[in-house]
């Protein structure tokens, strides 16, 4: 299945924020957990995610610092702050609303349905 453009590069914000939350993570791994998570969906590259992160950091909703590996090789690290969470969840409030429209917009029982996969907000 080809993920077009456009829904990468609306979802790759809370995508980030959301592996960030998990923990501190280097660009590498970023890129090894998206497609990961996506169960090889999604490959993302260095020209979508850098630039992606340089935003985050700009925005507040990030922090990098630089660490060694285990490997003893220099790696960029980045976390995400608390503003960062705060973006996280109203970007979640955000896609429930849009994937709650989506399964109401397109009949049921079709090859168009959709799992219930997102919890709903209490």
């Given amino acids: 299945m080809h993920v077009t453009k456009d829904l ?3 979802s790759a914000t ?3 924020l959301g592996i960030l939350a998990e923990d501190e993570n280097y660009g590498y791994a ?4 998206v497609n990961e ?6 490959t993302w590259t260095d020209g979508l995610l850098y630039p992606l992160l340089h935003r985050l950091e700009r925005h507040g909703h990030i922090e990098a610092n ?3 590996a285990p490997n ?3 790696r960029k690290y980045y976390r995400i702050t608390e503003r960062g969470r705060a973006e996280l969840a109203d970007q ?3 896609w429930v609303v849009v994937f709650e429209a989506l399964k109401q917009s397109w009949p049921s029982g079709g090859p168009l349905s959709l799992p219930a996969v997102l919890p709903r907000e209490a």
């Fill in 8 to 10: 990468v590069a609306a």
């Fill in 14 to 16: 809370p995508m980030v």
């Fill in 30 to 33: 970023i890129l090894k957990r």
């Fill in 37 to 42: 998570l996506s169960g090889g969906e999604l």
């Fill in 66 to 68: 630089w660490g060694t």
């Fill in 72 to 74: 003893g090789r220099r």
């Fill in 92 to 94: 979640r409030r955000q």
